[in-house]
């Protein structure tokens, strides 16, 4: 499976953007989607998850209320809506997968990522 991240750029404070992830090769609706982000001189963080279906998701409580997480199971894509984008959420941002049908916050749970895209949140 590869996953290509793209939709970042950079934005004010209070914008919004859509990030997309596209899933090829052996994809499976059985497997779990997330989004984790990491910022400059910081570990990687779970952003949001969904499974395929899309009757599952989850979100870190930073980001709740205004990043909502969807997938196209006929585009093999998933999107991350990030709406009233803070200063603090910049970071590069990774979607990743598993090979299982439930999500987690965990990313050594995932076996797929994507290489990153950038969001930059200026004030």
């Known amino acids: 499976v590869q996953l290509q991240a793209s939709g970042g750029g950079l934005v004010q404070a209070g914008g919004s953007l859509r990030l997309s992830c596209a899933a090829y090769g052996r994809t499976s609706s059985s497997y779990a989607m997330g989004w984790f982000r990491q910022a400059p001189g910081k570990e990687r963080e779970f952003v949001a998850s969904?499974?395929?279906?899309?009757?599952?998701?989850n979100y870190a409580d930073s980001v709740k209320g205004r990043f909502t997480v969807s997938s196209d199971n006929a585009k093999n894509t998933v999107y991350l809506q990030m709406n009233s984008l803070k200063v603090e959420d910049t970071a590069v941002y990774y979607c990743?997968?598993?090979?299982?049908?439930?999500?987690?916050?965990?990313?050594?749970?995932?076996?797929?990522w994507g290489q990153g895209t950038q969001v930059t949140v200026s004030s």
């Open positions: 969904i499974n395929w279906r899309g009757s599952d998701t």
């Open positions: 990743a997968s598993r090979r299982q049908f439930y999500t987690t916050y965990i990313a050594r749970n995932y076996d797929y």
